[in-house]
């Protein structure tokens, strides 16, 4: 099996020549343990009025623990469709999806949401905060709803809060903040119950420039400090500067991926 995943995570590769056999340096490591989730063959057929559309087209991509990497292609080309069914918010047409070693396209609805809570963090453009919450609430719902004890939950609310700059705004409603600040506080609840995938897409589309700046800072340095892995979809080039990877979709094909090799975790 993880022959199999690693051979798809070098299909793109294919695509600027790199051969087949130098797969990564990280597979002479044993890296087949370090696979966070995978993609073999996926594709995505929306249909709506009687017309299909194939949003993700035999998509094959393989994440590692503690990648950093920027999905990125035009509106359109199949970024958060692919993000989607990654996460398990959709399913996919046709494919194989693993994801902290399940295979998600045989899951029930109830054990895609114990994992969704247990291993995934999300992170939207537009925050998707609660807002009749405060800043600490927001941070602490996820981890309420896994049953973490009361003093685990408040050590990790608040080692988080400490993480985003946010401890002096716990008590603030998140209505009360600016943007830049409400990206915070998602990102702090989409780690806390230390998710071992992060998908973000486009975190910093409804942010100024400098705001998406110090946000993608901040993911970059908890992608260190939690070893987590991220994927980030954006239309935005300058995203692509904070990545370790790159991965570049056009028409819902996975047209290049580039830097897996140069990553060998220790
Ligand atoms: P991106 O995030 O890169 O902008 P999307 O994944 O949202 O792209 O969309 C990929 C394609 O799938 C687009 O042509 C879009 O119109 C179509 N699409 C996305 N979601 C749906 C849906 N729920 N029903 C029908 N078509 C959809
Ligand atoms: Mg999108």
Redesign the pocket.
């Given at each position: 099996m993880a022959r199999s995943l690693i051979a798809g995570s070098s299909q793109a590769g294919l695509s600027r020549g790199r051969p087949l056999a130098a797969t990564s340096s990280r597979e002479s490591v044993g890296m087949e343990s370090q696979i966070i989730a995978s993609l073999v063959g996926v594709d995505k057929v929306?249909e709506?009025d009687g017309v299909k559309?194939k949003?993700l087209d035999d998509v094959s991509l393989t994440l590692y623990r503690r990648d950093f990497a920027v999905l990125v292609?035009?509106?359109?080309?199949?970024?958060?469709?692919?993000l989607n069914v990654l996460g398990t918010l959709d399913r996919p047409t046709r494919g194989e999806i693993r994801v902290a070693g399940v295979d998600v396209t045989t899951q029930s609805d109830n054990a895609l949401s114990r994992l969704r809570l247990a291993s995934l963090g999300f992170i939207f453009q537009s925050f998707n905060l609660v807002d009749v919450l405060t800043v600490y609430e927001n941070i602490e719902y996820p981890l309420i709803i896994a049953g973490a004890g009361p003093a685990a939950a408040r050590e990790r609310v608040q080692w988080l809060m400490e993480q985003v700059g946010l401890t002096a705004h716990r008590s603030h409603r998140v209505t009360h903040l600016s943007g830049g600040q409400r990206q915070r506080v998602a990102i702090a609840r989409a780690l806390a119950n230390s998710p071992a995938l992060v998908l973000a897409?486009e975190p910093t589309a409804a942010l100024d420039s400098k705001t998406g700046e110090t946000i993608l800072e901040l993911l970059n340095r908890l992608n260190e400090s939690e070893q987590a892995t991220f994927l980030i979809?954006s239309?935005d080039q300058k995203v692509m500067s904070h990545a370790k990877r790159t991965i570049k979709?056009a028409d819902?094909t996975v047209t290049e991926s580039c830097g897996e090799e140069a990553y060998v975790y220790p």
């Open positions: 929306y709506s559309l949003a292609g035009a509106s359109g080309s199949g970024k958060s469709t692919l897409d979809a239309h979709i819902g």
